[in-house]
C-alpha cells in the first residue's frame, strides 16, 4: 500500500520567514495530494490540494509543488503569521475520493 | 459549504459500556465516509471507510466486531464503540466525502476517555 514520508516533524520560524513542509510518497500511481492544517483540538482543515495534471498550485501565501518523477510534494508558507502555528498534514491518494495516507504531520511554531 | 458535525464531541464512559458517535454532512449528500482515530501527537489513522447502504471497509488490524459502523442515510454515519476499555481512549474523527469535487472535510472530532 501506499507510504507517505513527512518532514520535518517540528517546524519552528520567525514571523515573516517562509515555512517549507516536505512529503515523499511510495506509489506511483497516486494523484492526489492534499494539505490539511489542524489546530490543537480541533479538525483537520484542507489548505490546499493538488494534482498530479500540474506541477504547482498557489492559493495567496501557500503554494503546493508535485514532482512526480520524483514522488515527492512540497507545502511552502511566504510571510509567516502566527496564526500559522498548527500541526499540518499531507497525505496522497490514487483518487480523490478514495482513502486518504497521511503522512505523520508536521508542527509548525511561527515566532512573533 | 461543506460543513460536517459530530456527535457528541466529548464522552466519557465506564469500562465494558458502549458508545455511539454520530458524523453528518449537514449541507451535502456523502455516499462515503471515513472514520479516523488520533492519538495524541500524533497522525490520522483510518479505522474504516464507511458507504452508504453497504458494509463498511475496515484497515487491517481494527475489529469490525468492536467498532461498528453503520451509514444508513446519505447525511449520517455512525461508529459505535462496544465494550469500551480505557484502551480505546482517543480522538475519533469523521470524514465525508464531497463527490462535486472529491474532497474530504473533516468533523471536529469526538473525545473519548474510557475509566
Known amino acids: 500500500g501506499e507510504n507517505v514520508e513527512q518532514h520535518p516533524s517540528t517546524l519552528s520560524v520567525q514571523e515573516g520567514d517562509s515555512a517549507v513542509i516536505k512529503c515523499t510518497y511510495s506509489?506511483?500511481?497516486?494523484?492526489?495530494f492534499p494539505w490539511y492544517k489542524q489546530e490543537l483540538g480541533k479538525r483537520p482543515q484542507l489548505i490546499i490540494d493538488?494534482?498530479?495534471?500540474?506541477g504547482e498550485k498557489k492559493d495567496q501565501r501557500i503554494a503546493v509543488t508535485l514532482n512526480k518523477t520524483a514522488k515527492h510534494f512540497s507545502l511552502h508558507i511566504t510571510e509567516t503569521q502566527p496564526e500559522d502555528s498548527a500541526v499540518y498534514f499531507c497525505?496522497?491518494?490514487?483518487?480523490?475520493?478514495?482513502?486518504?495516507?497521511f503522512g505523520g504531520g508536521t508542527r509548525v511554531l511561527v515566532k512573533p | 459549504g461543506a460543513v460536517v458535525s459530530q456527535h457528541p464531541s466529548r464522552v466519557i464512559c465506564k469500562s465494558g459500556t458502549s458508545v455511539k458517535i454520530e458524523c453528518r454532512s449537514l449541507?451535502?449528500?456523502?455516499?462515503?465516509m471515513f472514520w479516523y482515530r488520533q492519538f495524541p501527537k500524533k497522525s490520522l489513522m483510518l479505522m474504516a471507510t464507511?458507504?452508504?447502504?453497504?458494509?463498511?471497509?475496515?484497515e487491517q488490524g481494527v475489529e469490525k466486531d468492536k467498532f461498528l459502523i453503520n451509514h444508513a442515510s446519505l447525511t449520517l454515519s455512525t461508529l459505535t464503540v462496544t465494550s469500551a476499555h480505557p484502551e480505546d481512549s482517543s480522538f475519533y474523527i469523521c470524514?465525508?466525502?464531497?463527490?462535486?469535487?472529491?474532497?474530504?472535510?473533516f468533523g471536529p472530532g469526538t473525545r473519548l476517555t474510557v475509566l
Open positions: 470524514s465525508a466525502l464531497t463527490t462535486s469535487t472529491d474532497t474530504q472535510y
Open positions: 506509489d506511483s500511481a497516486s494523484n492526489y
Open positions: 493538488i494534482r498530479s495534471n500540474v
Open positions: 497525505a496522497a491518494t490514487k483518487a480523490a475520493g478514495n482513502k486518504l495516507t
Open positions: 449541507d451535502f449528500q456523502a455516499t462515503t
Open positions: 464507511s458507504n452508504e447502504g453497504s458494509k463498511a471497509t475496515y
